[in-house]
């Protein structure tokens, strides 16, 4: 069983700058690969980012590309995501997913381990 647990989330004005922590525990988790979602109200929960189990590979939604940035410190069990320039339409619950695979996926039927999400709020 692997637990995961998101922090970070909170409220800023649009421009601004929030860091997202996962952590991961159970099996050890630089086993999996991690990814990111959100979920806005009345809207699909929707990719946002992923990053293989080493580290190596990276993906982003279009939406967040050159704003977001994903990374991983496996010492630390712990995966982050960096977001800038924020926008309004960045609004919702961001979740942490872990898969039990090297390569990461980007839908979120690719990964069995979910936390509990962060609310990310954008002001304007």
């Known amino acids: 069983q692997v637990q995961v647990v998101e922090s970070g989330g909170g409220l800023v004005q649009a421009g601004g700058s929030l860091r997202l922590s996962c952590a991961a525990a159970?099996?050890?988790?630089?086993?999996?690969?991690m990814g990111w979602f959100r979920q806005a109200p009345g809207k699909e929960r929707e990719f946002v980012a992923a990053i293989s189990r080493s580290g190596g590979n990276l993906s982003y939604a279009d939406s967040v590309k050159g704003r977001f940035t994903i990374s991983r410190d496996n010492a630390k069990n712990t995966v982050y995501l960096q977001m800038n320039s924020l926008k309004a339409e960045d609004t919702g619950v961001y979740y942490c997913?872990?898969?039990?695979?090297?390569?990461?996926?980007?839908?979120?039927?690719?990964?069995?381990?979910w936390g509990q999400g962060t609310q990310v709020t954008v002001s304007t």
């Open positions: 997913a872990a898969r039990f695979s090297a390569s990461y996926s980007e839908s979120k039927t690719g990964y069995y381990y």
């Open positions: 159970g099996r050890t988790s630089s086993s999996y690969s």
